[in-house]
């Protein structure tokens, strides 16, 4: 796939940031004393023209992360039928470029939040960015809480004070269950079709992909030792059935990989490895 030089500069760094997570949860997986490894499957989208793409789907089964997945992908292709018309810039044109990383990690500890984070770059008729990172905790904790979205509003405010009350509404707003009639976790942010300054977007996008790098290590460092019990144990896995009926019926990126020839397994790796329901 020829790539031009913006569509490059972004699979670039997608990348990088994928190096630089997984190292860091590797290191937290031997101040653990376990030896686990991220396991990574390259696939190649279907397309007929033989070049549609493809990404590298990373999974790791350890001590602290219990599943965690780090997926980067770069496609491309045409949208098929109606579905073109849902995406911003193709309606009338179905063509489509997209790259990007894609994280979730379901901790073995209860007192860990689990965690989602996303960014990507789209090309259509039209360009953008989207992304954004949101922390899901069974058991919520407030300092938690509050030191995630401190971390991800300086990353915000560095750019625009208006960032951070917008996508932190839009996250909000997005990631709730409405069948439930809850939130899928204590938010965090999430944007898209940021569009106006290509420079200017890409610099925010890798500040978002930073602040998750800086701020969920350090919580999973504070809380990864904490005893908890079976009855905790049982409480996150309920949850973890909410998380998961949210990523199949409502969830976005889970429709958008499915309906361009995505890798399934790398698509469905945000389910979690055990849930339940009551």
């Known amino acids: 796939m020829e790539l031009d030089s913006q569509q490059q500069a972004a699979r670039t760094w997608f990348e990088s940031l994928r190096d630089s997570i997984c190292a860091e949860f590797e290191s937290i997986e031997r101040e653990a004393g376990s030896d686990a490894s991220f396991d990574y499957i390259a696939w190649d989208r279907a397309d007929p023209s033989g070049d549609g793409g493809g990404g590298v789907r990373g999974v790791m089964k350890g001590r602290v992360f219990e599943k965690v997945g780090v997926n980067v992908s770069t496609v491309g292709g045409s949208f098929e039928g109606d579905f073109a018309k849902t995406i ?6 179905p063509a489509f470029f997209a790259t990007g990383i894609s994280l979730v990690a379901h901790m073995a500890n209860p007192h860990v939040p689990a965690v989602h984070m996303n960014t990507r770059f789209l090309c259509t008729t039209k360009r953008w960015f989207g992304g954004g990172a ?3 905790p069974p058991l919520p904790i407030a300092e938690d809480t509050a030191d995630f979205h401190a971390r991800l509003k300086s ?16 996250a909000d707003d997005y990631f709730y269950i409405p069948h439930r009639q809850v939130h899928r976790g204590v938010g965090g942010i999430f944007y898209d079709h940021l569009e106006n300054d290509w420079d200017a977007d890409f610099a925010f996008t890798r500040d978002v992909g930073r602040a998750f790098l800086d701020i969920f290590p350090r919580i999973v460092r504070r809380r990864m030792a904490m005893p908890y019990t079976d009855a905790e144990v049982a409480q996150q896995r309920v949850w973890r059935g909410r998380y ?11 429709l958008f990989g499915l309906k361009t020839g995505g890798n399934v397994d790398a698509i469905l790796m945000s389910l979690p490895p055990l849930a339940a329901w009551e």
């Open 155 to 170: 990353a915000c405010d560095a750019h625009d004070s208006g960032h951070y009350p917008r996508f932190k509404a839009w």
């Open 88 to 93: 911003h810039g193709a309606g009338e044109n």
């Open 244 to 254: 998961a009926e949210f990523n199949l019926i409502y969830d976005r990126g889970t």
């Open 134 to 136: 949101d922390l899901n």
